[in-house]
């Protein structure tokens, strides 16, 4: 097909490419009158997880509704025309920011599929390692795609699987997929939960007074409608709620459970209860050994806002210098319309990042920061703490180096584009500018988290970004596929 569909302009955010990308956030409630005003208040709270599309499929009894969009939360789900089109006590819900799949309406989720024991909708966090070699076989079978999302993926092979029930169908297929997990699902008889054998990204479980159940990727989603944490999504364990009550399934083999470390360090809100510890007080403890491993003297310590915050809070007390904000973080800036031209490029830090000089000038600076990626922004800080007065730059990062890409949900960039995977700690430190760059050893990362130290024979998490160690096959890397193949039709967003 040549001609492209028009559908509305997604517009960039050009200066702000040198983080890792937070995955996406999944959330659902069962047996609730407003159940799509409580998901929209859930995918707010997850709103970090993923800015690009959002999107909510209810269920009434009758019929499935949906409403999905690109762009943010708020943005879609704003009036109260929208929140009456989504009746049903039945709901499910996602944000979005794309690792599999191109930014387009069609892989915005939930996805929705009429199947042969009626509708089935579902939302998912992870990326699946398997998902191009398991989608060339459907194709070759005569399967018909119409997203590029990895999600669709699950939605063929359930479709597919001689098992009679639906549960057996969702277990067949999830046994045939490799890779990072946690997924929300919308049926006529009631709502799925599952999380992938190790357990790589968080699913919990919470309880509204009057009986309802809700499932989320964090925590914190739970706060803002006022349900109670009941406890998390085991790894493996598989959640059916309906009107019979709740009942699980644990279909796998036994693992030793790999959650994402990173979670710990930036993708999850500093609010969130995770895996049995605050994630306020992790970073607070990550900031505190890196102060023990590599203190400097200094009069200052800043943190880069706002995600290295908790962590230069951590250091500042382990070390005994004063903690300032030394740069402060613009909240509104939102996606940019300016074309980014080299000259706009080199402003553009400044959209969302300002030095607050009189507390800089003449100072001597530690900046904490949660992690290096490609190293512009890092480049770009130093350069305005610098012009800001600072007599000396210090950096430290509440993390160990960055060297290897993520297949589990998580946009890295490709291995090469990655500063700590061509660069010596020095060579680093000479080219963005500091007095002196030091990260967090993965030995003082484990012991922060409450594990003493990491088990090389067994790790606790995965930290394949940093050590190379991943824990899964990576089945369509090693086979070469290319996602790209796979999407004929060419949308405008």
């Known amino acids: ?36 005003a409580h998901t929209v208040l859930g995918l707010h709270a997850l709103q970090h997880r993923g800015q690009e ?48 799949g191109d930014t387009i309406f069609r892989n915005v989720q939930p ?5 042969a024991g009626g509708g089935f909708a579902v939302a998912h966090n992870g990326n699946l390692t398997n998902a191009w070699t398991l989608r060339k076989t459907l194709v070759q079978k005569g399967a018909i795609f119409q997203s590029t999302s990895d999600t669709e993926v699950l939605i063929h092979l359930i479709a597919t699987s001689t098992y009679l029930n639906l549960l057996d169908r969702v277990i067949d297929s999830l ?48 706060d803002i409608i006022g349900a109670e944490y009941v406890r998390e ?29 990173f979670e710990y360090i930036y993708f999850s809100r500093p609010d969130t209860y995770l895996w049995n510890r605050s994630v306020y007080q992790v970073r607070k403890e990550i900031g505190a050994q890196l102060a023990i491993e590599s203190k400097v003297d200094a009069d200052l310590v800043v943190p880069v806002p706002d995600s290295g915050t908790p962590a230069a809070i951590g250091y500042a ?30 402003l553009g830090v400044k959209l969302k990042h300002n030095a ?46 960055t060297t290897n890409s993520c297949y589990y949900g998580v946009d890295t960039p490709e291995r090469s584009k990655l500063l700590a995977s061509r660069m010596s700690e020095a060579e680093m430190a000479q080219h963005i500018g500091v007095d002196s760059l030091a990260f967090i050893s993965i030995d003082g990362l484990y012991k922060a988290v409450g594990e003493g130290r990491r088990s090389s024979e067994q790790p606790q998490y995965c930290d394949a970004c940093f050590t190379g160690d991943y824990p899964t096959s990576l089945t369509d890397e090693q086979s070469g596929d290319n996602p790209e193949q796979f999407s004929l039709l060419s949308e405008k967003v």
């Open 233 to 261: 999504i085991e790894p493996g364990e598989i959640i059916v709620i309906n009107d019979e009550g709740l009942t699980s399934h644990k279909p796998f083999p036994v693992q030793k459970s790999r959650p994402c470390i």
């Open 175 to 222: 046994r045939r997929i490799e890779g990072a997990y946690s997924v929300v699902a919308l049926t006529r008889d009631g709502l799925i939960g599952a999380r992938d054998p190790l357990g790589v990204r968080p699913l919990v479980l919470g309880k509204l007074s009057d009986e309802s159940h809700i499932l989320a990727s964090e925590s914190c989603a739970l």
């Open 111 to 115: 996805l929705f599929a009429d199947l």
């Open 356 to 401: 607050n000089s009189p507390e800089l000038k003449g100072k001597k600076v530690v900046l904490i920061d949660d992690s290096i990626v490609r190293g512009t922004t890092s480049l770009k800080i130093v350069d305005m703490v610098r012009q800001a007065g600072a007599s000396e730059v210090h950096m430290r990062i509440a993390s160990p180096p």
């Open 317 to 346: 007390q382990e070390a005994g210098i004063p903690f300032e904000l030394g740069i402060i973080r613009n909240h509104y800036v939102g996606r940019t319309f300016i074309e980014p031209s080299d000259q706009i490029r080199h």
């Open 53 to 100: 599309a959002a999107g909510i499929v209810t269920f009434d009894g009758k019929r499935f509704n949906s409403h999905r969009s690109l762009g943010h939360v708020a943005d879609n789900f704003n009036s109260q025309n929208v929140i009456e089109s989504l009746p049903g006590k039945a709901a499910i819900g996602h944000v979005r920011y794309s690792t599999t």
């Open 1 to 36: 097909m040549n001609s492209p569909i028009d559908l509305p302009a997604l517009t960039t955010q050009p200066f702000d490419d040198d983080k890792l990308r937070e995955e996406c956030g999944v959330f659902g409630v069962y047996q609730h009158a407003e159940a799509a």
